[in-house]
Nanobody
């Protein structure tokens, strides 16, 4: 089992930047591929960004390419996505997720791959 706690959400102006974080507790953090998804009311949860166990491989949704980065600190059990040039359509609840994978290079792309989810953190457009 692993527990995930997100932080860093809030109000952001269009064009601004936001750095989220997700801290895990429980089983060894480095054994999980990590990812972030987002969801707005009435829509399915959609993929945002993901990072492999070692941090070497990363994956970005097309809507986030060129606007987002992701990193992880396995010593602090934390993953940090950062989103830049935010748009009103980025407003959503953002969820951290973890998948127990054996392969170091695996990156998440689908919600069905995940084993654990955080409670979510709201990101809103303030403009």
């Amino acid at each position: 089992q692993v527990q995930l706690v997100e932080s860093g959400g809030g109000l952001v102006q269009a064009g601004g930047s936001l750095r989220l974080s997700c801290t895990a507790s429980g089983r060894a953090f480095s054994t999980y591929a990590m990812g972030w998804f987002r969801q707005v009311p009435g829509k399915e949860r959609e993929f945002v960004v993901a990072i492999s166990r070692t941090g070497e491989n990363k994956n970005y949704a097309d809507s986030m390419k060129g606007r987002a980065t992701i990193s992880r600190d396995n010593g602090k059990d934390t993953v940090f996505p950062q989103m830049n040039s935010l748009k009103p359509e980025d407003t959503a609840v953002y969820y951290c997720t973890a998948a127990a994978v054996r392969t170091l290079s695996v990156v998440l792309t689908r919600a069905s791959q995940s084993n654990f989810w955080g409670q979510g953190t709201q990101v809103d457009d303030s403009s």
